[in-house]
Each structure stands twice: as structure tokens, then as C-alpha cells.
């Protein structure tokens, strides 16, 4: 007798300040589960060079973003820069009724939302600390993307992200990448094998059970 196969997929959420590692975590996460779906949102401004319609987001009219919000198909949204951004619901329930994992890096608010709508009992948080504020610096400042005064509105940002980590399930802290995404493995293990997570466990025991009652007819 084979042990039962299906599973329903969870919304594993990763939320981080900027450079605390949160990035690097989920690509590595993609690369040792290929299964893994990553949510692509959608949003109202303009495709930049180079950019696919439903690889980087799904590219929508204001009008039509605005009814899908209206209809409840967002999972969460926000306004940013006059833009909105978006999880579209639809995606995420094939991938979950497929028994597929979906991989969100959002930030709080969005995180937030998605606790509180109609998957929220399906979400596994995970937040991301850096070792210090130092080293959150720093690392800012290693990628040399950013000038001063963009990094000095990640680290303003990052002391409001930080405020939000004990609205998390669990909480990793990011002292070194491999230790961390090794953590970060555990909790996704061990969430999957969760009981409520295999619908097909009750029938399985039912069948060992009924496997119990041949072995004592067998007998007799």
C-alpha cells in the first residue's frame, strides 16, 4: 500500500528590510524545488525594456486592475508611486489545488493582507533579520547600486520593516546565507508534512486499518 501522494499547496510569505538577505533566500529556494511557484504580481505601470507579460508581472490597465480588486481576485494590493501592485487570487489557488507551493517576497503590509484573506489559514510566514544594523548597512552598500541618500531611505524604511517581525510565524536570522536557507528548508519541510496539509492522510489510515481487519479474518 502506497502512502497518499496529494497535498495542498501552502503560501510560504517571506518578508525582510532591504539587504537582510530575503532575495537570495527565495532564488535559492526556486533552485532546490523547481515545483515551487513564484507569485508574479500584477500592476498598472508600463512594461520596462526587456520585460515579459507574466514573467515580471502581469501588465494591467488601472481600470482592470481596479475590478479586480472590486471582484476580490487580488490577494493583496498597494498603491506605490501612483502605480498599483497586486498578488492576483486566480494563480494562486491552481498552484495550491495542484498541491504546488507558492513563494511570495512581499513586504509586511502585503503580508498582512494575505493573513487576513480568505487563504490566510494556508500562509506560512517567514521574516527575515539581519545580524545588525551595521551589516544591513553595509550590505547596502556592497551591492553599489545605491547612493547615499537612497540608502539612507532602505535603512529609514527598514526600522518600520523590523517593527513588524513578531507578526511572523517564524523568524530567521541571517548571519550567514547557507545557515540560513538551511532553516529555512527546515520550516518548509516540516510545514508541508503538517496533517491538515494531506487530505488523502485519513483515507491511507482507513486502508491499514481495513488491512488490521483482513489480517484477523485471514486468521480465523
Known amino acids: 500500500m502506497s502512502r497518499p501522494s496529494s497535498r495542498r499547496g501552502l503560501l510560504l510569505i517571506l518578508s525582510s528590510p532591504s539587504g537582510a538577505g530575503k532575495s537570495t533566500l527565495a532564488r535559492r529556494l526556486m533552485e532546490w524545488d523547481p515545483s515551487l511557484r513564484f507569485s508574479v504580481s500584477a500592476t498598472t505601470r508600463s512594461p520596462r525594456p526587456g520585460e515579459e ?18 471582484a476580490g481576485e487580488m490577494l493583496e494590493h498597494a498603491e506605490v508611486f501612483g502605480n498599483f501592485y ?54 547596502l552598500r556592497s551591492r553599489g547600486q545605491d547612493s547615499d541618500e537612497v540608502i539612507a531611505g532602505r535603512m529609514a524604511k527598514s526600522q518600520a520593516e523590523i517593527s513588524h517581525w513578531a507578526e511572523y510565524d517564524y523568524v530567521i536570522v541571517n548571519t550567514d546565507i547557507d545557515k540560513a536557507f538551511n532553516e529555512l528548508l527546515t520550516i518548509l519541510q516540516a510545514e508541508r508534512m503538517r496533517r491538515d496539509r494531506q487530505p488523502g492522510l485519513a483515507e491511507f489510515v482507513r486502508g491499514l486499518n481495513r488491512e488490521f481487519q483482513n489480517r484477523e479474518f485471514d486468521a480465523r
Open 53 to 70: 507579460e507574466g514573467r515580471e508581472y502581469y501588465f494591467k490597465a488601472k481600470p482592470e486592475f481596479e475590478a479586480m480588486i472590486a
Open 86 to 139: 497586486g498578488s492576483p487570487k486566480g494563480p494562486v489557488e491552481a498552484a495550491m489545488q495542484d498541491g504546488r507551493d507558492t513563494l511570495f517576497d512581499i513586504d509586511w503590509q502585503g503580508g498582512q493582507q494575505i493573513r487576513n484573506s480568505a487563504l490566510g489559514r494556508d500562509v506560512v510566514s517567514v521574516f527575515v533579520l539581519p545580524p545588525s544594523i551595521a551589516e544591513l548597512d553595509r550590505r
